[in-house]
């Protein structure tokens, strides 16, 4: 069971003992391995290892292919980590911010993997595509720290050894991880240490038997092999000394897997591999290396078709040597590889502990100084070792077979070789956007790889792209256009729709303010704060009111109201006063009573156009007789919770004797269609057959507006609402028409 402890209790006393930028390189390690001792010592990994062996044997790992004692500290903080309760803070604060950023993406890709592991079991096609999955996010991992390449490499190679040491069976979904994503990444990075061993021990693991059938064949002959080796090379040493080569001979071992996969691909039997015997030959300059080929060519003889020039053509990870086989003087095949020692250094730990080389800093491991273009030498090799990142993902998908997996995908180097991964295609302002979105904004032009390009122009990977900005602006609206090709990601579009949204209501609340204020300068109220009077009539702020305002949603008239002095009741002989001087037999105009008073003067209000048999109520206004609601009209509610006592209860009078003195009420119609030729007169025809008049016709045409619908508003008299509903029943079967409803 894990011990969480808090990192106080180790981070302040070592901090303590000794400043970090002024101890030796040994001390170093021995304080990382002092804070890590007591969280490790009585832990087990998830493999079964001893957490603290396992940290010694990943920092020994590294020091064995020369990377910096930085990196060897880094392997006991990272596993010390897991018994933090806050392993980022606790490390900064004891070691620097480099080391917690370390131990963050380590941790974070180390979960990813255990937890894709335990939910795997073989290799389907789904399983491949999760595995590729992975890979991604082992490729983002690393391209945002590069140390952790070295380190997850390094603690692979430790549990392989662990696995074989204690003979306890590794797990397939390990050991054929190991073989298909560790192993490349080692050889991408060119880090031949490091792949060869993980080949070997992860074959070991998956095929046993033919495993120990190698091995075997090999036991078998190794004295007499190993004699002959030491004589060929002897012979060659003494040759290349007497010919005033100065060069190191020395026998090559080759490795299980590489028999074994070169017997399968050649359908070799294994007498006829090669290379069993082989010796390895090291040199000054490259001018040596091809005077020992020749040499080499003159005392031996040449097997056709066995050459490679790795120096004139290097490998894509940027090996190089020469290789040829001979023919020994007992007549058996032998293989040599020529080098010098710059190409034998990278070849053994490539271009990730070049890379590890760069980040020790202006002076250097082991006092070996930088020059003084060493930041632009970090810069390249940092470079360096993302192309071959890349190039290793590539790899790994096409072995895979799965090609198109990630084919909508590229990663975009930044000026200071930070990684972004875009869609494929994507263009230098999607670019922008996806470093910061104000960036995005503010961009008008873009360098690639040091050129000046078009902001439409698409981008690959492995591209170094640098932004322009302007101080302060905003996008265009020819990047929305998609065939102008500025956008490609989804992300950046909503980013530029939402900036020119949020311009769009700036504006909106800027036009509802002027109308408020206006409003209020009329009536006196410039006192009034704007935030309190939104507050009072609902708004949860005064740019919510100035919103709806500023859209026409909300009628200036509410707060006229809410402005202005309630006006007294007025007593009964005023009421009276405005009756009509010829009241008609049993209605009100309108056809409305005020029920328990005669013939009050009434009106129909214009907000709500009410119509029988509408649900209504009466509201007593000042000096205009008494004005008739829907009893759903939003203005009405608003009086009755201010002034309730001004509403009255009114009903529906009687109608007219006949159709021609029977009253009729306007009331408005708003039908919504997308827009067509001959719209207008189809719905104009069925007011016509249902012999309703229209009294007002007003459109708003869909090229005005965002959207594709277009709108009708009609005032129409009808005897009665039901009517009405009729005539809404038959628009709405109209082509085009998506709603008709009664405002």
Not at 9 to 25: G, K, N, R, S, T
């Amino acid at each position: 069971m894990k011990t969480a402890l808090q990192g106080a209790e180790f981070a302040a006393p070592i901090v303590a003992l000794v400043d970090a930028e002024h101890e030796d390189d040994n001390a170093h390690v021995l304080r990382a391995r002092a804070f890590a001792e007591p969280l490790l010592s009585a832990q087990q990994l998830d493999t079964g290892e001893e957490a603290l062996g396992h940290a010694d044997g990943v920092a020994a790992i590294l020091a064995g292919i020369g990377a910096a004692p930085a990196m060897q500290a880094a392997a006991y903080l990272v596993y010390a980590g897991d018994y933090l309760n806050k392993p980022e803070e606790t490390v900064a604060k004891a070691f620097g911010a480099s080391y917690a950023s370390l131990v963050m993406h380590t941790r974070k890709l180390v979960q990813i993997q255990r937890a894709a592991r335990a939910a795997q079991a073989g290799f389907g096609s789904e399983q491949r595509a999760e595995q590729t999955e992975r890979v991604r996010k082992m490729l983002l991992a690393f391209s945002r720290d590069l140390r952790v390449v070295l380190l997850r490499l390094a603690s692979r190679l430790q549990t392989l050894r662990w696995f074989a040491a204690t003979k306890v069976p590794c797990p397939p979904a390990l050991a054929s991880e190991s073989q298909q994503v560790f192993a490349p990444l080692a050889n991408r990075l060119g880090i031949w240490q490091m792949k060869w061993e993980i080949e070997d021990l992860s074959f070991r693991f998956l095929q046993p038997d033919r495993y120990k059938e190698i091995a075997k064949a090999l036991d078998e002959k190794r004295l007499e092999r190993e004699q002959g080796v030491e004589a060929a090379r002897a012979v060659l040493q003494a040759d290349l000394a007497a010919q005033g080569i100065n060069a190191t001979v020395q026998g090559r071992p080759k490795h299980l897997y590489s028999i074994h996969k070169k017997m399968q691909g050649k359908n070799l039997s294994l007498e006829r591999v090669f290379d069993l015997r082989a010796l390895r030959v090291i040199v000054a300059d490259v001018a040596d290396c091809y005077a020992v080929l020749a040499r080499l060519h003159e005392l031996y003889t040449p097997v056709a078709g066995e050459y490679d020039d790795y120096i004139a053509r290097p490998k894509p990870n940027g090996y190089q040597s020469l290789h040829t086989v001979v023919l020994g003087a007992d007549g058996r095949a032998m293989e040599v590889q020529i080098r010098t020692r710059a190409m034998h250094e990278h070849a053994e730990h490539g271009v990730a502990a070049h890379w590890a080389y760069k980040e020790a800093g202006a002076r250097g491991y082991s006092g070996v100084s930088a020059g003084g273009d060493f930041d632009e030498q970090v810069a390249l090799a940092r470079k360096a070792v993302l192309r071959q990142l890349l190039a290793w993902e590539r790899d790994f998908i096409e072995g895979e077979g799965v090609q198109g997996l990630f084919e909508d995908r590229i990663y975009v180097f930044t000026p200071q070789t930070a990684i972004v991964e875009l869609c494929a295609g994507a263009t230098p302002v999607d670019f922008a956007y996806a470093l910061h979105t104000d960036l995005g904004h503010r961009c008008r032009g873009a360098k690639v790889d040091g050129q000046i390009v078009p902001l439409n122009t698409a981008l690959s990977s492995g591209q170094t792209c640098d932004i322009t900005a302007v101080k302060e602006g905003g996008p265009s609206l020819d990047w929305l256009n998609p065939e102008l090709g500025f956008i490609k990601s989804q992300r950046s579009r909503a980013k530029v729709r939402a900036w020119f949204n949020a311009l769009a209501l700036q504006q909106t609340i800027a036009k509802g303010r002027e109308l408020v204020e206006k409003l209020l300068q009329r009536e006196g109220k410039t006192a009034i704060k704007l935030e309190d009077l939104a507050g009072r009539l609902g708004f949860r702020n005064a740019d919510a009111l100035f919103e709806v305002v500023g859209k026409d949603e909300y009628s200036l008239r509410n707060i006229e109201q809410l402005l202005r002095p309630p006006v007294p009741e007025p007593d009964e002989d005023e009421m009276l006063a405005q009756r009509r001087s010829k009241p008609t037999a049993g209605a009100a105009k309108g056809g409305v009573l005020v029920v328990g008073v005669d013939s009050l003067l009434t009106s129909l209000a214009r907000c709500c156009r009410p119509a029988p048999p509408d649900d209504i109520g009466g509201y007593v206004t000042r000096g205009k007789g008494v004005a008739i609601h829907r009893k759903d009209c939003s203005n009405f509610r608003q009086m009755v919770a201010s002034t309730p006592e001004r509403v009255i209860a009114v009903a529906w009078g009687g109608a007219g004797s006949d159709a021609k003195t029977a009253p009729v009420y306007p009331v408005d119609v708003i039908v919504e269609a997308a827009e067509r030729q001959g719209l207008l007169r189809d719905v104009l025809e069925v007011f016509a057959k249902d012999k309703l008049n229209v009294a007002a016709v007003n459109t708003q045409s869909a090229r005005s507006s965002k959207t594709d619908t277009g709108r009708i508003t009609l005032t129409v008299e009808v005897p009665d609402s039901g009517r009405l509903a009729q005539s809404l029943r038959t628009l709405s079967q109209i082509t085009g028409v998506r709603s008709a409803r009664r405002r």
